[in-house]
């Protein structure tokens, strides 16, 4: 048995904060972001939650799949900014939606946080476990960025996306994944309780009780370095197992972290920008949610054609990486 996307959905903030927005409290500009990121704005969270936002867009997913609410088995929701340490996330939307007949759990790898979901998914339908798993990545990066460091305020955004993962027969492709904790200092967030629970009022970001919490750490350019050679690696792996070609690949969906990044991914495998497509202008990065928001995106928008192949592959604190392959089932 495999998993086949039967369904998708994605929920994000109805505030924009654009460049220009960010420039009249940090010391930036929209030209100086663009340039080095590809951001134009992000959506940030006020009255939405991880819950809420998770849950919006497994409601979409589900109701996209046809499957009836009760015949969903798993719920797995990837996060690393949960509304609260527990119940976990996956038990929140499970409430909101009423799957009460269903499984669920929280997954924490941050960025890879997705990719590692749907292959946990993939391996419990393979094994005949579960039939139909819900698989989401919602996050409210919002509320552990520090918003006067113009590193990293610049690129993070909140959301949520969501496949419905169905059982059907066939051979499931192989998977690749990796982790390196020694690593692990590049990208970091302590727990904190007063970060978990701010609003992102950026107009008092300055303030004497804001300065004494802690953040979002990045090493910018050690994450860069580190991206730019795992995520080209991880796609060669996945290919390989497969006995695949990059010319049999119709789109390589990137975790969305910075156009750099994906351009130069697309530049070492030797192959054009165009089957790399991107949605971060929009979003910035919203880690566990970037990849199901822009497939949903590109199903919406018809892009994603039945029998299609496709590349999964995403990075993040860990650090981790890792590439599924999949056949677009919808």
Request: with cysteine.
């Amino acid at each position: 048995m495999k998993g086949v996307i039967c369904g998708t959905g994605a929920c994000v903030p109805e505030r924009v904060l654009d460049n220009h927005k960010i420039a009249e409290f940090v010391d930036t500009s929209d030209q100086w972001i663009r340039e080095r990121t590809g951001v134009l704005r992000r959506h940030i969270a006020e009255k939405e939650t991880t819950v809420s936002m998770g849950a919006e867009a497994a409601r979409q997913a589900i109701e996209e799949s046809g499957i009836s609410s009760d015949e969903v088995d798993l719920i797995i929701a990837a996060t690393s900014t949960p509304d609260q340490i527990f119940p976990c996330t996956a038990c929140g939307i499970q409430k909101e939606l009423e799957l009460y007949q269903a499984a669920g759990f929280d997954l924490n790898a941050a960025c890879s946080g997705f990719l590692f979901a749907y292959q946990t998914a993939q391996a419990y339908i393979s094994s005949g476990i579960y039939k139909n798993i819900l698989v989401v990545g919602s996050e409210r990066l919002s509320r552990i960025v520090d918003w006067k460091d113009r590193g990293t305020c610049i690129l993070f955004g909140d959301g949520a996306g969501a496949v419905m993962l169905c059982a059907r027969e066939g051979r499931n492709y192989a998977s690749f994944a990796r982790s390196d904790g020694r690593g692990g200092e590049a990208l970091t967030c302590p727990a904190v309780k007063s970060s978990l629970n701010r609003e992102p009022q950026t107009e008092t970001a300055g303030s004497a009780a804001l300065k004494s919490e802690k953040y979002l750490f990045m090493d910018g350019r050690e994450v860069f370095q580190f991206a730019v050679r795992s995520v080209p690696e991880a796609i060669r792996r996945v290919l390989g197992k497969n006995n695949l070609k990059t010319e049999e690949i119709d789109w390589f969906i990137l975790h969305q972290a910075n156009r750099r990044i994906v351009e130069a991914a697309a530049r070492r495998l030797g192959m054009g920008i165009e089957r790399f497509p991107m949605n971060l202008q929009e979003y910035g990065n919203t880690s566990s949610a970037s990849i199901p928001i822009l497939l949903h995106e590109m199903n919406r928008n018809g892009k994603l054609k039945k029998g299609q192949k496709l590349v999964l592959a995403g990075f993040g604190a860990g650090l981790s990486w890792g590439a599924s392959v999949l056949e677009w089932g919808i």
